[in-house]
């Protein structure tokens, strides 16, 4: 396999090729920034068909000193806690190129070079978030990707120029004051870290981890790196930018922010906190799993609650993204393996949900408002199939990907926190109420007064079809990212697992 360069870059040179041509030539840019995102999705599945199953350590890795007088590597890595979110990083980009593509062809928009550019940018930081194994560069990569995402809702967000300027503003406020924590409590890492280690500091993630902190820098470190990784799932209750960020962005941005870029803290989480963190991780498991159960509750009364369709989308994110952390902070391998096939699976279904949701916005006038969706699936019933599995597998039916993840993370919640689990289990009820009620008023209802219901094209379903072929063979084969994430997430968990109880641990070592 090609080094991960090559995976992480290749989008952001095809941004840049595109930029840089003469804008007689419009089309050309968004035909490259298909072609990247396309072939970083094959050498993505090339990295996946090549990774050992079970194996614990990285695979595929970089490592080259950046900035030597800091200990800064550029050290890149495989692991199975990252190999199915780089892979599902490619693919919904991929499909939200091929949707922005069609679009754009068909509604012009101003500086598509500029578009294209930020949009392949934004790939690039986001591969790079996922596949870094230096503490410093993660966080570069992690601050990188909030640049792209602020042109694209601002200059080609939806609604008037004030409804723009508020989110992007709320975004930036929320989102930089997390990533000024972040970079804070990475810096004191290092150097606390190099006190121990001999004065030679590094920010490598494996040398860290050999460097244990302690207890007490531990816990207001982890608390830093907690407020930017909620922010930017978004959790409750800092959720705030999230209904106003959501409205403006353009569908084809919102497919991978909702998708991926939510996955980045969860997956923070995993691969930072735990391992370098654990104690404070134990320290403060009930306060994340109340706050992971707060958001499941709130996220789940709200979606229930609206009337537009993306909101409804938007909130149940934040509760799938509470689950998400409730298996993590159960701090036990099948909560942890429930939450890694949970970030995979809620990707893969919020993508097309939002592109759906469009589409059904296009058949009723322009509205969002599902009360004026009614009907649609009169004449659309390809349209209507490929929602309504969509739809099942957002609640978690029996048989999908979705109900094997949250079957695992109530399984590890339940070995952890009994009362929380029970109270979670809400959330799953809820779920059905949102999303059925979300199916049923667009598709079934009375027609709406401007509903001019018609079939998908072809085009259409050549972004939709392939991202539901694979929600239903992760339904059907969801071992396949189990086997692969085994031995990571068991790595991963196991210090702040052992944290949890050492009084037990030292009496069953007693006489």
Not at 89 to 109: D, E, V, Y
Not at 392 to 412: H, W
């Amino acid at each position: 396999m090609p080094p991960l360069s090559i995976l992480i870059w290749l989008p952001a040179l095809c941004g840049v090729l595109g930029a840089i041509l003469p804008s007689r030539l419009a089309r050309v840019p968004g035909v490259l920034a298909l072609t990247g995102s396309v072939a970083a999705l094959a050498l993505a599945i090339g990295y996946l068909a090549s990774f050992h199953s079970g194996a614990s350590g990285l695979q595929h890795v970089t490592d080259m000193v950046w900035i030597s007088e800091l200990g800064i590597h550029y050290k890149l890595g495989i692991s199975g806690l990252n190999v199915f979110l780089v892979g599902l990083t490619t693919l919904l980009f991929a499909a939200a190129t091929l949707a922005a593509s069609l679009r754009i062809k068909t509604h012009p928009i101003p500086r598509p070079q500029l578009f294209w550019f930020l949009f392949m940018l934004a790939e690039s930081a986001v591969l790079g978030a996922f596949l870094a194994q230096d503490l410093a560069l993660f966080v570069a990569f992690f601050d990188l990707m909030l640049i792209p995402f602020y042109f694209l809702i601002g200059m080609w967000g939806t609604g008037t120029r004030e409804e723009r300027t508020r989110a992007t503003i709320k975004l930036v406020i929320y989102t930089l004051a997390g990533s000024l924590l972040m970079l804070a409590a990475a810096i004191a890492t290092g150097v606390l870290a190099a006190q121990q280690g001999g004065g030679h500091i590094t920010f490598v993630l494996s040398t860290l981890q050999a460097l244990p902190l302690s207890k007490g820098s531990q816990e207001w470190i982890f608390l830093f790196f907690a407020a930017a990784f909620l922010v930017k799932m978004p959790a409750f209750p800092l959720h705030g930018w999230m209904p106003d960020g959501y409205r403006a962005m353009p569908v084809e941005v919102l497919m991978v922010f909702s998708g991926v870029l939510s996955k980045v803290g969860a997956y923070g989480f995993l691969a930072i906190v735990l391992p370098l963190f654990p104690q404070a991780a134990a320290h403060f498991q009930t306060l994340m799993l109340i706050v992971a159960l707060a958001s499941i509750l709130y996220g789940s009364v709200l979606a229930f609650t609206q009337t537009d369709a993306r909101l409804i989308a938007g909130y149940s994110s934040v509760a799938q993204l509470g689950f998400i952390t409730l298996g993590i902070f159960a701090l036990n391998p099948e909560g942890a393996q429930g939450a890694l096939l949970q970030m995979v699976n809620h990707g893969l279904v919020v993508a097309p949900l939002f592109f759906i949701i469009m589409l059904l916005s296009q058949r009723a006038g322009g509205s969002e408002d599902v009360r004026e969706m009614g009907g649609i699936a009169f004449r659309a019933p390809v349209l209507a199939s490929l929602f309504l599995i969509v739809a099942l597998a957002t609640l978690a039916i029996p048989g999908s990907g979705n109900f094997a993840g949250e079957f695992l993370i109530l399984l590890g919640v339940f070995k952890a926190k009994l009362v929380i689990a029970i109270i979670a289990f809400s959330g799953v009820v809820m779920a059905s109420v949102y999303a059925l009620r979300l199916f049923i008023r667009a598709m079934h209802n009375r027609v709406g007064p401007r509903v001019h219901s018609h079939e998908i094209s072809v085009w259409d379903g050549a972004v939709l079809v392939p991202l539901i072929a694979v929600i239903v063979f992760m339904a059907v084969y969801p071992q396949l990212a189990l086997h692969r994430s085994e031995g990571s997430v068991k790595t991963a968990v196991a210090a702040a697992h052992d944290a949890l109880e050492p009084s037990s641990t030292n009496l069953a070592s007693a006489p």
